[in-house]
C-alpha cells in the first residue's frame, strides 16, 4: 500500500483560505491521476478536484472559482488551493492516486486505489 500523507487542513474562518498538500513517501511512484475527495458528517464521500499526469484538471460545480488542484510530479505531490471558504466546505479532505492511465471516470471514487488517511477542514462563519 502507498502511504499516501495530506497536510494542511485547520480551522479558518468563512472567506479564508487553506492550502492542502499529499505526497506520497517511500519509492518513487509514477501516478496518472491525482486528486481530492471529502466527506463531510452523516454525508457520502465526494469529488472536489482531480488532476492528470500532463495537468489536465477537473473540478466540481461546488468549488469551481474557488480552489485550484496542482501537482508536482518529480515530488509526487498534490495540492489543493482552497480560497474563499464557505462553511459548507467543513469535510474531511482526503488525497487519492491512480496508477492506472484507463479505467473509470476522474470524478469516481472507483478510479483510485490509493487514498491517505484524511486531514479535517472546518470553516466557521
Known sequence: QVPLVE???GLVQAGG????SCAASGRT???HAMGWFRQAPGKEREFVAAISRSGSSYYADSVKG????????????VYLQMNS?????TAVY????????GGESYYSPRKYNYWG?????????
Request: glycine share 6%; charged share 25%.
Open 7 to 9: 497536510s494542511g487542513g
Open 17 to 20: 483560505s487553506l492550502r492542502l
Open 29 to 31: 511512484y509514477s501516478f
Open 66 to 77: 474557488r480552489f485550484t488542484i496542482s501537482r508536482d510530479n518529480a515530488k509526487n505531490t
Open 85 to 89: 471558504l464557505k462553511p459548507e466546505d
Open 94 to 101: 482526503y488525497c487519492a492516486a491512480d496508477s492506472d492511465p
Open 117 to 125: 488517511q484524511g486531514t479535517q477542514v472546518t470553516v466557521s462563519s
